[in-house]
């Protein structure tokens, strides 16, 4: 490790809260499922390794309340979450499984963004990172899907709202936040942006959803295309949600740091690196001042990659430059796409039409 790094990060000023629990670590949802408890130790050991830990003030998140959850859930659901994992566990959807720990590691993600917000509040530090099992941004109101138990970003903005704060929702991961866009499709107190693979899983983030009612423009869907690589996510950035995300103004700023879009994870099909995802951090963090900026672990399944990629992302968040992969891009983005080839460049372009049209509207 380069001795400018370690010394860069001993004298560091600026900290940022990592939340997890040892509940995480004993959800257990199968033999060779990809959503497992490595996950968690790759991100710490990514930590290590971009030489920041010095800069990290671990905590372990308190439960959300039924209250809380209610907010985006149907107690309902919650109810026969509890009892499933009480009688041992079973399987909620094709890729869903809970155990007998599930709903102990569930409740402690959606209220992991809640205990941030108050320290973060409290001036315990500078950002969040959430390094949490399981993910969230596919839970619905009434289910789970995808992995994902309860929607931890949504119970985090949802009790935001609830005391009039203007929340900004930025979804990187791979797959499209279904849940998270539909608990704020009506609303105009949360502006939900996502870059995500398309057509693919869960089949939802089409150019076209922009929200509804109160919420119509608040919802931004950048749909890229299977192997659409760094540069283009940088313009989407730049171009459309920097300038987007500055006139709805909010006064948090919520991640969904997903690591599925890089080139190596085994169950996607994009194609950024490390470096990639500390200049999406570096992008989005100026978005909201210091002390209201969380970021949610959510997808990221090559334990490599994942451990590059949380460490690069922590860095980014204290101001140390780690890049332990080049940034990555497919060629001059003029040549990425024209209108009818549908390429990355194109899809930006649509997505800022038709944002303004809305905006206009």
Not at 333 to 338: D, Q, T, V
């Amino acid at each position: 490790m380069p001795v400018e790094r370690l010394r860069a990060a001993r004298f560091v000023q600026v900290s940022v809260l990592l939340g997890s629990h040892e509940a995480f670590v004993e959800h257990d949802p199968g033999a060779e499922h990809p959503e497992s408890p490595d996950r968690l130790a790759a991100v710490r050991r990514g930590i290590v390794d971009a030489g920041v830990s010095d800069a990290v003030v671990p905590f372990a998140p308190r439960r959300a309340t039924r209250e809380e959850l209610a907010r985006v859930h149907d107690i309902g659901y919650v109810s026969r979450l509890e009892e499933l994992c009480l009688v041992g566990g079973g399987r909620l959807d094709a890729d869903t499984c809970v155990s007998p720990a599930s709903y102990e590691a569930a409740v402690r993600s959606a209220g992991a963004g809640l205990d941030a917000v108050e320290r973060l509040e409290h001036g315990d530090a500078d950002a969040a990172f959430l390094a949490l099992r399981p993910p969230g941004h596919h839970a619905v109101e009434g289910g789970a899907m995808g992995f994902c138990l309860l929607n931890n970003i949504a119970v985090t903005a949802a009790g935001l709202v609830a005391r009039g704060e203007r929340v900004l929702v930025v979804d990187w991961d791979a797959h499209h936040g279904n849940g998270t866009q539909a608990a704020f499709y009506e609303s105009s107190d949360v502006m939900f942006v996502s870059l995500h693979q398309f057509p693919f899983y869960p089949g939802t983030g089409a150019l076209g959803e922009v929200g509804t009612g109160d919420g119509e423009g608040a919802t931004l869907n950048v749909p890229f295309p299977a192997g659409t690589a760094g540069d283009a996510y940088r313009m989407a950035l730049d171009e459309l949600v920097v300038p987007v995300a500055e006139e709805f103004s909010p006064t948090w700023l919520l991640v969904s740091a997903g690591f599925d879009a890089h080139r190596a994870d085994p169950l996607t099909d994009l194609g950024l690196s490390a470096s990639d995802f500390a200049d999406l951090t570096e992008r989005v963090a100026r978005l909201a001042v210091p002390g209201r900026r969380i970021f949610f672990l959510e997808g990221g399944y090559d334990l490599e990659a994942l451990a590059s990629s949380a460490g690069a992302t922590v860095a980014a968040l204290v101001g140390i430059a780690y890049r332990p992969e080049p940034a990555t891009t497919v060629g001059r983005l003029g040549s990425l796409g024209s209108a009818r080839s549908g390429g990355p460049a194109a899809v930006v372009d649509a997505a800022r039409s038709l944002h303004e049209r809305h905006r206009r509207g």
